[in-house]
């Protein structure tokens, strides 16, 4: 410090430069670090709306193939405009519902990859922020889908309009919104005093209050534990079905099927309604309908064709291709088994095989299976295996066959019915794969923090029904089909029941056994 002969002393400061180029290369890398973050977030949005957009046009492709075009006719603009909007909300809870089947598969894959390229460029993108920002959107999406779309969609096609109101689409509109607020009333109503009945504290009462911390998690637990009850009930019927649905596609040895002896009776029976249309019937035909008959006749020919394509494969994929499916079916059905029986032997020695959740998924560290990326790979073909088993099961059940969509003759309620249904479905497909014991990838987001999944008795329990009822389940398909297959293949089921004296009296009656006495 110096003076220039002025009264205030002037304050020289010599600076490093090494100090200042040091502080600039800093500056630059985290702005570098920031840039580079920032492009990766966009490319994270930009593959989840790519990912949103391939399941939204598969699930619209899907949907427009079942529903009835009749529906959708020029005739009333009304209905037709009804109609449209309902179709882009089923086609969004559809896709939805795909997002959720695809979630668990995903991220396991995700996990393996990183941990086999873990300082791969390409693969920067692939991160835990976008496993777990995936799974918030379809926990975001369903419950949209389940509390808003579904409900509106339903009550929108079979709106009219209040009575004196002037009509058209938004008199329809009025009437919805009115009916699905009132609907929103009573069963949050239920909820609020289900939750004061069940939890009676001071704390339970005050949160009762919160709508969208708590009302809303809690309706879509109830949801999710409804969806876990539904795939616990139809997915072991599912999986003996399999054998049945499958067995049907392919082409059966000729020692288990007879095809030419099929083939020669639906020509047969082609032959005579061609006949009966041809002008040619006889007078009890007179009053017969035509239009059924041209149906019936459709439908042998439809038929009849599927036989000469079927007699017509290849000895490979007669006597090999169909042993080796069942083989494949059985091989998956039994691998599923024993990891739940593991599964159960697991809880009862370690508290850390019980479901929960986490924040932070640690992605590409360990591998999900003792086995590594194979047993990974075998995860992922169980979780859409028992997944295609639930879907068979519940359209196979006899309360929900009905609800089977027929291609090109799918009403719009049906079809919100079936979309509804897969969503529940779908979307209780990762908590049902983590409390079997089929992965060890933790439940991500809302997904884990459910109330029930904390509780060792129910989760003992599920895994113990579920086990008992597939192996039930399956005994009984084996057993019966093994004596079907056995009676087909020797003949003896064109053999004639015998008749005994006791039957032939209960068909003819008292008085007819009392004539020959």
Not at 114 to 137: A, V
Not at 160 to 180: H, N, Q
Not at 203 to 216: M, N
Not at 288 to 312: D, W
Request: hydrophobic content about 50%.
């Amino acid at each position: 410090m110096f003076s220039l002969g002025v009264s205030h002393p002037i304050r020289v400061v010599f600076y490093d430069d090494s100090a200042a180029c040091g502080g600039l290369e800093v500056c630059s890398r985290v702005e570098l670090e920031l840039s580079r973050e920032l492009q990766l977030q966009r490319s994270r949005q930009q593959i989840c709306a790519l990912l949103f957009t391939a399941l939204y046009i598969l699930s619209y492709l899907v949907i427009t193939r079942f529903k009835k075009n009749a529906d959708f006719a020029a005739d009333n603009n009304e209905d037709a405009t009804v109609n449209r909007i309902t179709l882009w909300m089923c086609t969004f809870t559809l896709a939805v519902s795909a997002g959720a089947v695809f979630l668990l598969p995903f991220s396991i894959i995700s996990n393996e990859v990183l941990l086999s390229l873990p300082e791969n460029y390409y693969m920067q993108w692939l991160n835990g922020s976008l496993i777990h920002g995936l799974w918030n959107l379809v926990f975001l999406f369903s419950n949209i889908s389940l509390v808003f779309l579904m409900p509106f969609a339903y009550f929108f096609t079979e709106s009219e309009g209040f009575a004196g109101s002037k009509k058209g689409i938004m008199a329809r509109v009025y009437e919805t919104f009115v009916v699905l607020f009132l609907l929103t009333l009573l069963v949050l109503g239920i909820v609020w005093v289900a939750s004061a009945i069940i939890n009676n504290d001071a704390a339970s009462r005050e949160s009762l209050y919160d709508l969208w911390d708590y009302y809303l998690p809690y309706l879509y637990s109830c949801i999710s534990l409804f969806g876990v009850l539904l795939l616990l009930l139809c997915t072991p019927f599912g999986l003996s079905r399999m054998f049945t649905v499958t067995g049907q596609l392919l082409v059966k040895p000729r020692l288990l099927e007879d095809l030419d002896e099929q083939l020669n009776c639906t020509r047969f029976e082609e032959a005579a309604v061609l006949h009966k249309l041809n002008g040619k019937m006889s007078p009890c035909w007179v009053f017969f309908s035509v239009e059924s008959l041209k149906y019936h006749f459709l439908s042998i020919h439809a038929r009849r064709i599927k036989l000469e394509i079927r007699r017509r494969a290849s000895p490979w994929q007669r006597n090999l291709g169909y042993p080796l499916v069942m083989l494949l079916l059985l091989a998956l059905t039994g691998i599923s088994v024993l990891l739940v029986g593991y599964h159960v032997l697991e809880l009862l020695i370690d508290e850390t095989a019980m479901p929960k959740g986490m924040q932070d998924p640690p992605l590409g560290k360990d591998s999900l299976s003792m086995f590594g990326s194979l047993g990974a790979a075998v995860e992922v073909v169980l979780i859409f295996y028992l997944m295609v088993s639930s879907v068979v099961g519940f359209y196979s059940s006899p309360f929900f066959i009905k609800l089977a969509p027929k291609k090109q003759d799918t009403t719009m309620t049906k079809i919100i019915g079936n979309c509804v249904s897969l969503l529940v479905l779908s979307s209780a497909l990762p908590v049902f794969s983590r409390t079997l014991g089929i992965t060890n990838f933790d439940l991500l987001g809302n997904f884990g923090s459910f109330n029930w999944l904390g509780n060792f008795y129910i989760i003992f329990l599920y895994n113990m029904l579920f086990a008992g009822l597939t192996a039930m389940c399956l005994v009984k398909k084996f057993t019966r089909a093994m004596q079907a297959e056995l009676l087909h293949a020797f003949g003896l089921d064109r053999l004639p029941l015998p008749v005994t004296r006791s039957r032939t009296s209960a068909k003819m009656g008292p008085a007819s056994s009392k004539g020959f006495v």
